[in-house]
């Protein structure tokens, strides 16, 4: 599967990539929305993950923008993020629909393994 990893910390970056590859997934890493944004016109990934506090654009600007494009409407969008689940209580039904967030993880309480679960469960199925 084919991941667009959008993560500013170039730390938790490189250890992400290295996990969803040894899981036997092709990553590329942004740190920014708008790069996210010229890479996601470049390959059409199967999946994205994105860290919703970014520098100058928010993860938020960036899914509006990424939806509003006929192409990457189906795209799976795990939200994997420091902000905290409580932020975003009243908005989840928003974020879900109209954003079409797959899910939603908290990095202080997601292991690796639950990251390349969670990946391994919006591979698409083959045709």
């Known amino acids: 599967m084919q991941i667009l990893f959008i993560e500013?910390?170039?730390v938790l970056a490189e250890t992400y990539f290295q996990a969803l590859t040894n899981a036997g997934h092709e990553v590329i890493?942004?740190?920014s929305a708008q790069t996210a944004i010229m890479v996601?016109?470049?390959i059409n990934p199967d999946l994205i993950i994105l860290e919703i506090q970014l520098i100058e654009h928010s993860g938020i600007e960036f899914l509006y923008e990424l939806r509003s494009y006929l192409d990457w409407q189906n795209i799976p969008v795990i939200i994997q993020t420091i902000v905290p689940p409580g932020e975003f209580?009243?908005?989840w039904q928003?974020?879900?629909h109209?954003?079409?967030i797959s899910e939603y993880l908290y990095k202080p309480n997601t292991s690796l393994s639950r990251l390349i679960d969670c990946v391994a469960s919006h591979a698409p199925v083959p045709a």
């Open 8 to 10: 500013p910390d170039r």
């Open 40 to 42: 996601t016109d470049q």
């Open 89 to 91: 209580t009243g908005n």
């Open 94 to 96: 928003v974020m879900k």
């Open 98 to 100: 109209q954003l079409g």
């Open 29 to 31: 890493v942004t740190p």
